[in-house]
Structure formats: C-alpha cells, structure tokens
C-alpha cells in the first residue's frame, strides 16, 4: 500500500509530538532534579552575563549538571524574563527550577550592617570600610548630598544627624548613595508629621531639634535618662544659660582632627561655634546621628527643673536643681576621675 502524503504529514507530525513529549519529560526531569550540597552556596553573576555564561557558572558552583538543559528550558519557558545579576545565597534542597526562578525574581544575597546610635556619617563611613561592607562608590562624597533633605532642613551642609541609627540589609554591590537615601527614608519614617507638629510647638526648627538629641544621644546611653537630659537643655536654654556640653567639644575637636580620646580643661577654650562652654544656644548642627529615643527625648522633655547633671561614671547621671547640690555631686562622682568640663 503506498503511503500518500496526507500519511507522512500524520507521521511528522506524531514524530513531533512524540519529540515535544520526549523534551518536555527530559527538559522537566532536569529542572526537578533535586540537587542537595552539604551548605548553602554562594555564587555571583556579574552585570552583562548571558544565559550560556550563566549556566557554565551555576556548574562550576556544581548547582547544575547540564548547562544545555538549563539554556533551552529557559529559553522555551522563561525568555524574554532576565535572570539578575547579583549574588546570590542558594540553600539546599535545590532544584534548577528554583534556582532559575529565584534569579528572575531577583532574591540576591542581603549582607547586613548595624549602624549605632551616635556615630558621625564619617564615623560611619569608618564603620563600612572596617567592616569591608561590600558597597560601591564613596559613602562620604554621598553624605554631602544635602538636598535630600531640604525639605526639612534648608540649611543642611551635609546628611550629619539624617543617617538613622538600624540594622539595615543592602545587596552586594549597592550604590553609596542608595545606601544613604534608604538611611535618610528611615530617619522620615521615624520623624513624621506628628514631630513636625511638636517642634512647632516648641518653635524649634527640624534642624534643632536634631541637633538637640543628638547632644542627648552623646551624653547618655540610658533610654530613662534621655528626657532628663533633654529637660536639662530645654531648660537651661530657656535661662539663656550655655550648654556646657562637652560632647560638642569633641565633635569641634574631631572636625580639626585634634581628638586623641581626651578631653582637657584648656579645651573648653577651643575657638568653635560647636563649643558650647563659649557660645549661648545650640551649636551649629548635630554633632552625630541620633536615635529614635533621643529624638523623642528632645521633642518630649521631662516635666522637671533640672539645671546641672553629672555622670556618675557607671553610665547614669545625677541631676541638681541647684549649682551648689551640682558641685557636692561633682566632688563625690568626678572629683578622682573628672570626665568633663561642665
């Protein structure tokens, strides 16, 4: 019987389907395979990487076995989505489907980094670089883009107090800029319209208002202290009394590159607009990037008349009313081991 060619079309065609069968069985053994290294594996695709180049790296990493099913089951089921650049952290049980996904979804790799309460932006700049934070770019030039906060603060030189104390997770790679916008987004998103409206009531500008818990944040670690401090402050500016802060010596001291650890009594003569045993008011600006409590303490003082404190060298203070019960406790805490110069 001859065969017509209404025949060889069947034939082709159940040879097509029986191959798109046998593709699709092979294809999807391969994507489902579960592969299970003993620890997580870390692999990095750099920028401009094709899907070829990217499975031969995937292999070497042993991720994948068959970088030809890994080439032709994203570009039959996957393409035109692009698998990201980035590192990547890929934790066991694995599969090569899970893998492609994860890199289309973009799931990289986050390195965490903890930025303390008190720290200037160049203290933290210091922070990233002992730390080999893997970021690109100069965190100190991006700190100098005031304009991120114009808006709140039109006199800002610099991002010194808008760099919010947290715990934050960046990728690798991240651009120095990025990571300050995202710390300045949290500073907002911990100094809302409610603060707003609270300097106003105590017509202070935002400027102020961080300048004075960032004096908070210098002179006591102690969440319960920060609103007598801060009362202390309120209070003695009020008087038109001087702040006799040393904290902002240091930073005056700092600026010059001239602090050594110590704080001498000659310095309480240093020539600065940060001195505050000089200079009546607030200084300049924020002498370091304060946190949320202190933030609060200074838009919230204690209800007290609290003119003097002292440290009793153990991390607490004691608070007078009066410059004489703030000399007996200067005698009694500072009189061996004398920290400052109030």
Known sequence: MPITPRKIIEILLLLLVLANLGLTYYLARRLNTTISPQAPVGVLIEKGQGVGSIAQTLQKSRLIKDTRAFRLAYSLYYSPRFLRAGEYWFEPPLTQKRIMLQMMAGKVRLHPITIPEGLTYKEIAGLLEEKAY????????ACQKAELVSDLDPKAPNLEGYLFPETYHFPRGIEALEMVKAMVEQFRKNFGPE?????????????????????????????????????????????????????????????????DGNLRL?????????????????????????GRASLQAALHPAPVDYLYFVSRNDGSHVFNRSYQEHLRAVSRYQLKNSRGLR
Request: proline share 8%.
């Open 134 to 141: 893997p970021l690109r770019g100069s965190f100190l030039e």
């Open 266 to 290: 000659r310095d309480k003569d240093l020539a600065s607009p940060y001195n505050t045993y000089l200079y009546r008011g607030l200084p300049p600006g924020p002498i370091c990037n304060p």
């Open 195 to 259: 603060d707003l409206a609270r300097s106003g009531q105590l017509s202070l500008t935002v400027r102020e208002v961080v300048t004075l818990a960032s004096l908070i944040e210098k002179e006591t670690s102690r969440e319960e202290e920060k609103p007598l401090v801060s009362a202390v402050f309120h209070n003695r500016l009020r008087l038109g009394m001087k702040l006799d802060c040393d904290p902002t010596i240091i930073y005056a001291l700092k600026l010059e590159g001239r602090f």
